[in-house]
Structure formats: C-alpha cells, structure tokens
C-alpha cells in the first residue's frame, strides 16, 4: 500500500483531499505544517485552531497525523522575502514563495526521510503524464501558484481535487459531516490568517509618509509609505472626491506615488513583459498563452524571446492591464502549464 502525507490546514479543500486518497485505498497520514504562530498587534494569529481543526479531521478520517514545525524556515524564506521585496518597491506573491520553498521542498523531503511514497495537498490542480495541469473548476484553478515546484516535487504529488468544482467538494465534506465542511474560507496572507497585507506590513516596513501626484504632475493627496501601494490599486488611496485614481508607477527614493483618473492611460497597459527569475517545467512552444495575475484572463502570447536562463522577453498579441513588478507571469500550453517568471 503506497503511503501518502497529505498536508492538513484544517480547512475543507485539505480535508476533502485526504478523505478521497484514503477512499481509493492509500495509506494516509495528515500533516499540519506549523509555519507561522506569532501575533501581531490587534492581530491573533490562527494557528492553534487550524491545528485542532486538522487534528479533528485526522481522528474522523481514522488516520495517523504529525506536525511539521517549519516556522523558522518560513520566516526566512517567504516572510523576509516578502518584506525585502515591499521594501524595494515590488509586489511579491508570498503563496507561490510558499508553494516552493515550503510545502513543495522542505515538506515533500521530510515526508521523503518519513516513509512516504507521495505528498498530496487540497490544490486545484491536475497531474497528466507528469506534467502540471490546469484543474477543471477554472474559477478556483490554483496552477498560477504551483508553477515554481521543482520537476522532481511534481512526480512525487498529488492534487486529489483536480477534477472537482469547489461546490463539490464543501458537498463531498457535508455528506461524510467533515468537521471543516463549516469553515469559511481564509481570504487573508497564506500565512497570518485574515489579515490585510498592509497591517501586516506596517510591522516591519516603515511608514512615511509622501506626495501623490496625478498624471497632470500636480499633487493631489498623500499617502503613508509608497511600499504599500500596488500598480493598478484603486481603492485605500487618499485624494480628493471626483473620479476614482489608479496607481500608475511609484519612485521608492522619492517616496512619491504616481495615479491616474484615466483607465485608458498608457501606463496602466502593457503589451511587453520583461520576466527574471525564469522557471520553466516544459518548453515553451506551441500555442501560447499568459495570465499576469491569479485569476487574470488567459492572454495569447505572440513571441517569447529567451536570451538566457534566467530571464525572457514576452510580447502579446493583446495589451494587459496593471502589470505589477515582483508578482508573476505564467505561462499555458491549453491546459498545460509551461512556466513563468518574475515581472520586472
């Protein structure tokens, strides 16, 4: 019998996972990665009722159940990441940080030495062939997340949940009266729980405050820290009534945040994207396409030009909206995931 560690977060999708690797006759053992446990101000951090939400779900699935403690890891490499990366002006996607350093290396090598054959998480996303796929509920495909894995990780994962629709699952947790099959969905940093990105922030990035200046060069309000701010952002931006602004670019030395009232202003599209930090699972070939952000519409890509390794050259066939340096570009062959990388 294959022996498979699914990782455990106490919510549903992880849940609904294990039960179903369990029902086609693996043996399961849950694991609850214990990543991130300290509060902040005003902000009491999940971690212990995840753990005995995961804890309930392993009792009712009759399966064995351990804890990983990979908070010291974490921090360094997602967490100090994250910051830098804020600091230097930049949007980083702290989850695909995770999926590569934490739950798709170091967790996937300590169930390795453990006596696992293959790690399972509640992802939404298909294995064919050995290659990544894009899942079947497009609305919660999670491939944008996954396409820094390693090859070597992806041959030794499971995504139970790649054929099923998010409505599936909660129904798949409610008939077999799963103890997560209640809980809301966290919506907040994929570490702290339900907390904003800024609160968050303001722990470790200072917060000065500077110029907002409109398209017409004039100030027009002023914010609190320009590391704060995101290209495209609309909302938490204090100027003046009238037209909505959109965040257009920011100077980090400056501190200056610049805005737009103009949805049609040259700076908020693009149909180039310079990438770094490239990584390809397949060769990108064939009939292309692109999405810039989680949930972005899928955009066709008419040449890639890749002078080394490490970074690429992209051209579109159509212009995208608020292309955000530090947040990733991936890359689909139809339902194939190709790679991606960092948009400079």
């Known amino acids: 019998?294959?022996?498979?560690?699914?990782?455990?977060?106490?919510?549903?999708?992880?849940?609904?996972?294990?039960?179903?690797?369990?029902?086609?006759?693996?043996?399961?053992?849950?694991?609850?990665?214990?990543?991130?446990?300290?509060?902040?101000?005003?902000?009491?951090?999940?971690w212990e009722e995840d753990y005995r939400d995961a804890k309930r779900v392993a009792v009712q699935l009759d399966i064995d159940f351990k804890v990983y403690d990979f908070e010291k890891e974490y921090r360094h490499?997602?967490?100090?990441?994250?910051?830098?990366?804020?600091k230097a002006g930049r949007t980083p996607n702290p989850d695909i940080m995770c999926n590569q350093e934490v739950k798709f290396k170091l967790f996937l090598e300590a169930a390795l030495?453990?006596?696992?054959?293959?790690?399972?998480?509640?992802?939404?996303?298909?294995?064919?062939?050995?290659?990544?796929?894009?899942?079947?509920?497009?609305?919660?495909?999670?491939t944008y997340f996954l396409y820094r894995i390693s090859q070597k990780a992806l041959s030794k994962v499971l995504f139970p949940l790649g054929d099923l629709t998010k409505q599936e699952v909660k129904e798949i947790a409610k008939k077999y009266d799963l103890v997560s099959a209640a809980r809301k969905e966290s919506m907040g940093i994929c570490f702290v729980g339900n907390v904003g990105i800024k609160d968050f922030l303001?722990?470790?990035?200072?917060?000065?405050?500077?110029?907002?200046?409109?398209?017409?060069?004039?100030?027009?309000?002023?914010?609190?820290?320009?590391?704060?701010?995101?290209?495209?952002?609309?909302?938490?931006?204090?100027?003046?009534?009238?037209?909505?602004?959109y965040v257009t670019g920011k100077d980090m030395?400056?501190?200056?945040?610049y805005v737009t009232t103009?949805?049609?202003?040259?700076?908020?599209?693009?149909?180039?994207?310079?990438?770094?930090?490239?990584h390809w699972l397949n060769e990108p070939?064939?009939?292309?396409?692109?999405?810039?952000?989680?949930?972005?519409?899928?955009?066709?890509?008419?040449?890639?030009?890749?002078?080394?390794?490490?970074?690429?050259?992209?051209e579109l066939e159509e212009e995208v909206r608020a292309l955000t340096p530090g947040q990733s570009a991936v890359f689909y062959s139809g339902d194939k995931v190709l790679g991606g990388g960092i948009v400079v």
């Open 113 to 142: 030495e453990d006596g696992a054959d293959f790690i399972a998480t509640g992802h939404y996303a298909k294995m064919k062939n050995a290659k990544l796929m894009r899942a079947r509920d497009d609305n919660k495909d999670q």
């Open 1 to 46: 019998m294959k022996r498979v560690f699914v990782g455990l977060s106490g919510g549903v999708d992880s849940s609904v996972a294990a039960l179903l690797l369990k029902q086609q006759g693996y043996e399961v053992i849950g694991v609850y990665m214990k990543n991130w446990s300290q509060d902040l101000p005003g902000m009491k951090c999940p």
């Open 253 to 257: 030395k400056k501190n200056e945040v």
């Open 202 to 245: 303001s722990q470790y990035v200072s917060e000065k405050a500077g110029k907002i200046i409109g398209q017409n060069g004039k100030v027009v309000g002023e914010h609190d820290g320009a590391a704060f701010y995101t290209i495209g952002q609309r909302h938490g931006l204090d100027v003046g009534g009238g037209l909505p602004h």
């Open 285 to 314: 070939a064939g009939k292309i396409s692109v999405r810039t952000h989680h949930r972005a519409p899928l955009v066709p890509v008419k040449k890639i030009d890749m002078s080394n390794d490490l970074t690429a050259a992209v």
């Open 77 to 86: 490499r997602v967490v100090d990441y994250m910051i830098r990366e804020y």
């Open 262 to 278: 103009d949805l049609q202003d040259e700076k908020l599209w693009s149909k180039q994207i310079k990438l770094t930090d490239t």
